[in-house]
Every structure is written in structure tokens, then in C-alpha cells.
């Protein structure tokens, strides 16, 4: 157990729609990293947050947005979902710069 | 888009053998994080080795680090049916935090 925690594990839904993942980091730890995993492109960085401000920008689609919260939770979220947004989507954690990153357990989204 | 490549992509041994993954990148890096993955499950963190390091251990776990060859090698001794899983390497480089993961390679422990 990697002590950051993901919900849900597991997300059904259809296109169009929006939805939103959850992330807690490791406790103490104040930067918060999205990830996504697919079968074509494997895993790829989002979006980096530090103690609430975003730090550095990945692949991130314009449909998807994310923030980190004053208690260090983060949410990402995704809107006019496509069928190509399917994937598993992780959060990782880490508690200063260029040291390990720890990654949840991820949450499979499926868009149907 | 990835960092680099791993090699071999995929590699079966016996239990009890020794498996060697090797991981080649392409850009000056800050460090080199190797993660291990179970069947579509989350990453596990095994081992960070810096920039200015070559080797380190960690139980049944080698690694090292070749800056001027930009490559990297992940040791498991006496495998283990449990060792079945993915593995990915996974760089930072300076002035960037994010990891920029290799393809993977998928390791199969025969009993």
C-alpha cells in the first residue's frame, strides 16, 4: 500500500459526459502528479500540482482540467468524454522534488 | 511521448533464475525510478537511483546507471512466481518533475 488513494476504482459512462477522479496523497506529501495509461499511447504525464498551484502541464487535453485543494487532495476531471479518454488513470505522489513518486491504485475509466 | 525503450519487451525464465531488464533513454536525466506493474493494477515503486550514482541494491533488486551510454539495468535475483509483472523505467531530468516512463518490459516467472 503506497498510501495514496484513488475513488473510484472503477468508472462506467458514456460519451459526452464528465467526470471526476479523486486523489489523497501520501500524507505530508505536497506534490500530486496524473498519469494516464492506455494501450496506445502507454502512460503519459497530465498535470503536476504543488501545495495547490499547478507546477508543470503534460499531454493534458483541453476537455480535461484538474486542481489541488487547500488540504492537498486533488480531482481530476474530465469532460466531453470520447471514447479514446478509456484508460487507467493514476495519481502519484511525492514529498520534494526529484525524489520517488508513489502511485494510487488508479482508476479505470471505460467510456461506452 | 516516451523516454525511451526497454529491452527485451517481454522475457520468461524459471523460477529460481536471475532476469535482466534494460532500459535506454535519450535525454540528460536527474534520476531513473524503476516501477513494477501487475496485470492493469498500480504501479509499485522499487527503486530511485540518481544521476550522479551507478549502482544501487534493494533486497533481491540491482540497479545501475550508465549516464554516458543513457541506459539503465534492473537486476532481480533467484526470481520468484510473485516477480510476474511488468516493469517500467521511469525518468525525471532537470528542471522537470514529471516522469516520462519507458515502454516496459513483461516479465513471466515459469514455477
Known amino acids: 500500500d503506497s498510501g495514496v488513494t484513488q475513488t473510484p476504482k472503477h468508472l462506467i459512462t458514456a460519451t459526452g459526459q464528465r467526470v471526476t477522479l479523486r486523489c489523497s496523497p501520501r500524507?505530508?506529501?505536497?506534490?500530486v502528479y496524473w498519469y494516464q495509461q492506455s494501450l496506445d499511447q502507454g502512460l503519459q504525464f497530465l498535470i503536476q500540482y504543488y501545495n495547490g498551484e499547478e507546477r508543470a502541464k503534460g499531454n493534458i487535453l483541453e476537455r480535461f482540467s484538474a486542481q489541488q485543494f487547500p488540504d492537498l487532495h486533488s480531482e481530476l476531471n474530465l469532460s466531453s468524454l470520447e471514447l479514446g479518454d478509456s484508460a487507467l488513470y493514476f495519481c502519484?505522489?511525492?514529498?520534494?522534488?526529484?525524489?520517488?513518486?508513489?502511485f494510487g491504485p488508479g482508476t479505470r475509466l471505460t467510456v461506452l | 511521448s516516451q523516454q525511451g525503450e526497454e529491452d527485451p519487451q517481454a522475457l520468461s525464465i524459471q523460477e529460481g533464475e536471475n532476469a535482466t531488464m534494460n532500459c535506454s533513454y535519450k535525454t540528460s536525466i536527474n534520476n531513473l525510478q524503476w516501477y513494477r506493474q501487475n496485470s492493469g493494477r498500480g504501479l509499485v515503486h522499487l527503486i530511485l537511483?540518481?544521476?550522479?550514482?551507478r549502482e544501487k541494491h534493494s533486497g533481491r533488486l540491482r540497479v545501475t546507471l550508465d549516464t554516458s551510454k543513457k541506459s539503465s539495468s534492473l537486476l532481480i535475483t533467484a526470481s520468484r512466481a510473485a516477480d510476474t509483472a511488468s516493469y517500467f523505467c521511469?525518468?525525471?531530468?532537470?528542471?522537470?518533475?514529471?516522469?516520462?516512463f519507458g515502454t516496459g518490459t513483461r516479465l513471466t516467472i515459469i514455477p
Open positions: 502519484a505522489s511525492s514529498e520534494n522534488s526529484y525524489n520517488e513518486q508513489f
Open positions: 500524507s505530508g506529501d505536497l506534490s
Open positions: 521511469a525518468t525525471t531530468d532537470f528542471g522537470n518533475e514529471k516522469l516520462t
Open positions: 537511483i540518481r544521476s550522479n550514482e
